[in-house]
């Protein structure tokens, strides 16, 4: 089988010809400092992993804007003016002024080589989630989906996303609004939560539409990690994440394509709720290690047959800090736990970023070893 053909296999919950392996999103940092500064697709190759890249043009996030200061007019409704305060790459921050024709927004990042995180968040009061009417929605580019799918060929699969900072709307709303006063404003205003949700919902069913449909991926990423049951409850999750994100894979179902739902962090209690989303696959499997709470068989006996599984390698404890050896003995423990009847993609749980060649290679070289 090809890598293509081998993956998507798997997230059909089929048997390919052995375990497929990747990991969930190669940063620049790690191709810059790691791996000579070859793109993403040129390192799974060299490191005999099944390719998974991401496509990410046009998706507005946050904390991607930025680097220097300036004015980005997307739309006459929705200007932002950017302001680089401290140019330092490695404690670099940008405030933003959102210009709106009922006022304004603003927010501020701060970041560095590795990352960039929102430091200010946009939605500081209830009232003003009525600016996000104006938020465009951007179009992707299908002649370049459709290049880049073309480029990658059988190395792998091709991902992308529902539109937004994250892809679920309770995830998104929690990048405006930061996590722990949305989960306050879910119990003492839940009114006001579902206002916010349905916002949000509405744009992302309009990208859906307009960009996804006919667009050439394999995958699509939806979820995000503030929906995990180490961050809100099965309660919480129920009423303000499972709605929305059934209307999400229901319209993507609707387009032809298959989606994966992202937990970052904990899936134990959930596993259920997932499932009734109608996501494909689910991952991403995080063990305590990572802040995640999957030790063990529970998620395979709750999740295998019903949804496709990506996840569990751990990505720091593991392959950033240990031996070839160590990889290759947690390979084949996973294999056992999650794999040994098909529907399963092997892949760290998320980011890294100083995970030495050797490790990486190790990882995709015990992987073939796993065959069917």
Known sequence: MTSKERMMTALHKGKPDRLPATIHQWQSYHLNH???GVDALEAFKQCELDASIQYFEGMGQLWSSGGKSESKKYSDDWIDEITVTNDDPEDLH???TIHTPEGCLTYKTVGDERT???SEFMIKKPEDIKHLKYMPVPKLDKTAVEKEYDRIGDAGI???FVWGDQAGCWQQACCYYDTMPMIFAANDDPAWVHEFLGILMEKKLQFIEESLKGCKFDLIETGGGASSSTVISPAMFEEFCLPYDKKTHDALHGIGHISTYHTCGGMKG????????CADVSETLSPRGVGGNICGQEAYEALHGKVGLIGGMDQFNILTNSTPEAIRKEVFRLF?????????VMSSSDHFFDA???NLVAFGQAAKECVY
């Open 34 to 36: 790691y791996m000579g």
């Open 94 to 96: 940008v405030s933003h």
């Open 116 to 118: 960039m995180y929102v």
């Open 158 to 160: 091709f991902r992308g």
């Open 270 to 277: 959930i596993f259920d709720l997932i499932v009734k989303t």
């Open 336 to 344: 056992d736990v999650f794999g040994k009847d098909g529907g399963y």
């Open 356 to 358: 030495p060649k050797e």
